[in-house]
């Protein structure tokens, strides 16, 4: 099973996933950005450094997954492992529409049309299960400073924050006019289970009960 957990920044990710590596020990654990594919620290690095205009950087996030997947994703499925992936396509799709700050949803939904062939082609695995977690943005905020060091995604600003936010709700909601969208030209792809979680809203072992049952009845 493929499986990715999704959302904005300092939503609460890591904290889950850490606590999955103790509850489902036998899986393989990655990332996007940054996996131990070939290449994938260096992308990474170049990725959160900055200095990429919008369509290097999504070129970048594509063949960073096309890495992951051919190097860490295939063979461990093929192995009969379980892969759980701190990030996938959702983000990709919600960090380019927020980075390019469409007005027009018209322009949005022709860029996606796009995209959307490239991300299909890169995405070789449909995911499995994607878990959205979301959260309060001016909560979020207050953790992405208090912890600090931000990367230069994290060090955007408020406002392409809220995009963020914005995007993964719409990507949470089965019918929303993105969603269909994606559906339509990523037919084999987009078939996933998609589950929106509150943190900040529900204890840390709320959040956890829940993604834990929702993996659970996968593998």
Request: charged share 25%; glycine share 8%; hydrophobic share 40%.
């Amino acid at each position: 099973m493929l499986i990715t957990i999704e959302g904005p920044e300092a939503v609460g990710k890591t904290t889950q996933i850490n606590r999955l590596k103790k509850r489902f020990p036998n899986a393989i654990y990655s990332k996007e950005p940054g996996s131990d594919a070939p290449g994938g620290k260096e992308l990474r690095s170049l990725l959160l450094g900055g200095g990429l205009g919008n369509d290097a950087a999504l070129l970048c996030f594509l063949a960073d997954r096309a890495q992951h997947m051919e190097f860490v994703v295939k063979p461990a499925l093929e192995k009969g492992l379980d892969v759980i992936v701190d990030r996938g396509y959702l983000s990709t799709i919600a960090y380019d529409l927020a980075a390019r700050g469409f007005g027009d949803p018209g322009d949005e939904m022709r860029h996606l049309d796009k995209i959307l062939p490239m991300l299909d082609f890169a995405q070789v695995v449909a995911p499995d299960l994607t878990i959205i977690m979301s959260g309060p943005i001016a909560k979020a905020d207050q953790v992405m400073h208090a912890r600090g060091g931000v990367d230069k995604i994290e060090a955007r600003g408020l406002n392409f924050h809220k995009k963020i936010h914005n995007i993964f709700q719409e990507l949470g909601r089965e019918e929303s006019v993105i969603n269909r969208h994606i559906n339509n030209i990523m037919k084999n792809k987009s078939k996933n289970i998609i589950s929106v979680l509150p943190s900040f809203v529900n204890s840390e072992d709320a959040v956890f009960q829940h993604i834990e049952k929702k993996i659970s009845e996968l593998i």
